[in-house]
T-cell receptor
Framework: AQSVAQPEDQVNVAEGNPLTVKCTYSVSGNPYLFWYVQYPNRGLQFLLKYITGDNLVKGSYGFEAEFNKSQTSFHLKKPSALVSDSALYFCAVRDFSYGNNRLAFGKGNQVVVIP | DTEVTQTPKHLVMGMTNKKSLKCEQHMGHRAMYWYKQKAKKPPELMFVYSYEKLSINESVPSRFSPECPNSSLLNLHLHALQPEDSALYLC???????????????FGPGTRLLVL
């Protein structure tokens, strides 16, 4: 089965500093990778995805992610974090197991941006 | 417009009640999903509808009953729930569930359910 791992439980970063949220994947075949953000008491909001093409993917709210095939990683990045970026971030991979089309989510990373 | 709407936002129900959650999208998407999410955990897939037909049931207890009246609407009927069913219930939609793989799922804001 396809899967993603988010190794850290929480990421703390000072406002204005670069933000990185890590994600590694395990797939057979080509990976279809997604990042979502969830603000408190809200649904998941789509940030960006990698399907094919350029390894650097740009998304919403100034976020970008770099696909690295050799390291099987898809880390989410933002050059300068804002307090409003404090949220729960989920990496996901399309799971074609059992012939169905599901998203396999990582456990999530809580991001805390310190003013 | 990538909006999925859900009603109600909050729901409190007893274990003997019958209630329904509603989800609507007007993006022309042909796949719709129900997820259950516990606090600080990733969403867990419950049901998938593709072209108004149930295509995935993740062994969900029968006290949860989905319904897709048309391509824009998705309901989740609740009956005789247990306190452990308390969670955030998320609806999502995507263009299709086709094996192209690149379709994005767009989520609604969720219904926070409390079962007493």
């Amino acid at each position: 089965a396809q899967s993603v791992a988010q190794p850290e439980d929480q990421v703390n970063v000072a406002e204005g500093n670069p933000l990185t949220v890590k994600c590694t994947y395990s797939v057979s075949g080509n990976p279809y990778l997604f990042w979502y953000v969830q603000y408190p008491n809200r649904g998941l909001q789509f940030l960006l995805k990698y399907i094919t093409g350029d390894n650097l993917v740009k998304g919403s709210y100034g976020f970008e992610a770099e696909f690295n095939k050799s390291q099987t990683s898809f880390h989410l990045k933002k050059p300068s974090a804002l307090v409003s970026d404090s949220a729960l971030y989920f990496c996901a991979v399309r799971d074609f197991s059992y012939g169905n089309n599901r998203l396999a989510f990582g456990k999530g990373n809580q991001v805390v941006v310190i003013p | 417009d990538t909006e999925v709407t859900q009603t109600p936002k909050h729901l409190v129900m007893g274990m003997t009640n019958k209630k329904s959650l509603k989800c609507e999208q007007h993006m022309g998407h042909r796949a719709m999903y129900w997820y259950k999410q516990k606090a600080k955990k990733p969403p867990e897939l419950m049901f998938v509808y593709s072209y108004e037909k149930l295509s995935i049931n993740e062994s969900v207890p029968s006290r949860f009953s989905p319904e897709c009246p048309n391509s824009s609407l998705l309901n989740l009927h609740l009956h005789a729930l247990q306190p452990e069913d308390s969670a955030l219930y998320l609806c999502a939609s995507s263009q299709d569930t086709g094996l192209a793989g690149g379709e994005t799922q767009y989520f609604g804001p969720g219904t926070r359910l409390l079962v007493l």
